[in-house]
């Protein structure tokens, strides 16, 4: 793989921070080093001394004041060392990718971690997209992403998706316009970059079958393109065993994957991780140097500490007892949405994530029902308006998140009361209680 030429001129001019270098070195000698280099304060200075957190399950995780001293001091760009392994060995478990055992020059997997997957993903599209490009994916989408996207000026082309995700056939129509041979030309407008949520989609639930993956592979290797595989719902998936991902099935080197802990761990915390090609993967580092220099190194000790005593075993127990929350909440959504929605709307039970995707008949566009109906009820979904390229676009749908509110609330909301004006013949009654994620607090 030749990565220089997926990389924006910005990107390309990144140079690594001398001094950053400096606090590696620094965190990789012994505590007996004498450094007077770097700008890092002196801890002592700092009002925090220690701190004992308590684990659910009745663990504790304590730092002692030379451990607090280290919470609160600047840290590694790509994260602190112990919590790369760590998640480096669970990759490894969880999807073996082949790039694994790739030389450096065939793009040798690397991993670092970010303060959410949303950093990871922003400082991917600015390392890859330039004006006018022309990127894929299957909108309706993260509204996250976007928000990342769309100011980058790029071309979105919108790849047909169900409920099993983007579907190949149509992408390889999409596809068809451009000879593969034109690819590497310079000023070549095939596209270098492919997005996608492959479990549980935000908004629309849908979920990849690992036959689909491996024919968007396969495109992506004819037409010489990267997929930015964003699978903050991987560990939300309701059945096992869980599907292969487009990382377990890299033999180019030409996935990045994103991973997020934010529905599984804390999404307050903000941690996230960027697994890819090394060349890529170093250079969101470089990106991470020049804004935020690292993901907070207390919430990263934290974590460390805590997956640390877990080990994967105890990890994926945890990750257990959250699916089973999300899929008796998932289970709820849909016999509420079954026993009031029946006729009236249209919908497919999702297989991971947190959210259900409806379509109401007889409604042309749901904005105006949910910003001025639902809120006079109290009741919040999210207008499926939001998550389309254009989004002053008419939509048909809403969003309603299972996350947070109980099964009896699920059950109670009634749109009927404010349905029944736009749509005067529909006895309709949709129940979703509704976490307003307002689109720009709550993603
Ligand atoms: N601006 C200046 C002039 C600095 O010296 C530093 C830190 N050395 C920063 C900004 C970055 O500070 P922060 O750790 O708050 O990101
Ligand atoms: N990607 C998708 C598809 C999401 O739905 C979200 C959050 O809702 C994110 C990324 C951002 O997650 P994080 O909290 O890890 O930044």
Same mark, same amino acid.
């Given at each position: 793989m030749n990565y220089s030429r997926f990389l924006t001129a910005v990107s390309a001019a990144r140079r690594p921070s001398a001094i950053r270098i400096l606090t590696e070195l620094q965190q990789r000698s012994p505590p007996s080093l004498i450094s007077l280099a770097g700008g890092a304060p002196n801890p002592d200075t700092f009002p925090f001394q220690f701190a004992t957190i308590k684990v659910k399950n009745g663990d504790s995780i304590v730092f002692d004041e030379a451990t607090m001293k280290r919470a609160l001091q600047y840290s590694a760009s790509p994260g602190i060392p112990e919590l790369l392994s760590w998640m480096k060995g669970l990759q490894k478990s969880l999807h073996n990718p082949p790039t694994l055992a790739y030389s450096p020059e065939n793009g040798q997997m690397e991993m670092c971690v970010t303060t959410g997957s949303q950093e990871g993903l922003c400082k991917v599209f600015e390392m890859l997209v330039n004006p006018g490009d022309n990127v894929l994916l299957d909108a309706p989408t993260y509204s996250g992403t976007l928000a990342a996207l769309l100011p980058l000026g790029c071309n979105i082309i919108n790849v047909p998706s169900d409920q099993h995700g983007m579907i190949p056939e149509a992408l390889g129509d999409i596809l068809s316009r451009w000879d593969p041979a034109d690819a590497h030309a310079p000023g070549s407008s095939v596209p270098r970059v492919l997005y996608t949520i492959p479990n549980g989609g935000n908004p629309t639930g849908a979920s990849m079958t690992a036959q689909r993956k491996q024919e968007v592979y396969e495109l992506a290797r004819k037409y010489d393109f990267l997929i930015i595989e964003d699978d903050p719902y991987y560990f939300l998936q309701f059945q096992k065993p869980w599907a292969p991902t487009f990382l377990s099935m890299d033999v180019d080197g030409r996935i990045i994957r994103t991973d997020s802990f934010s529905k599984i761990l804390s999404s307050g915390l903000r941690i996230g991780f960027v697994t890819g090609p090394k060349p890529l993967v170093d250079r969101v580092v470089l990106h991470i140097q020049a804004s $935020?220099?690292? $993901?907070s190194t207390f919430t990263q000790l934290m974590v460390s500490q805590l997956l640390q005593d877990w080990g994967q075993d105890g990890f994926l127990r945890h990750v257990d007892g959250v699916v089973q929350f999300y899929r008796s909440q998932r289970n709820a959504m849909l016999s509420s949405a079954d026993r009031w929605l029946k006729g009236l709307a249209e919908w497919h039970a999702p297989a991971a994530g947190m959210f259900l995707w409806i379509r109401l008949h007889g409604i042309a566009d749901t904005k105006q029902l949910i910003m001025e109906k639902a809120l006079e009820k109290e009741v919040l979904l999210v207008p499926g308006g939001v998550f389309n390229i254009d989004s002053s676009e008419a939509c048909p749908y809403v969003r309603a998140a299972f996350s947070l509110s109980t099964p009896q609330q699920i059950d109670e909301v009634r749109l009927a009361h404010f349905h029944t004006r736009s749509c005067p013949h529909a006895r309709f009654k949709v129940k979703a209680h509704v976490t307003l994620s307002s689109v720009t607090f709550f993603p």
């Open positions: $935020t220099m690292h $993901t």
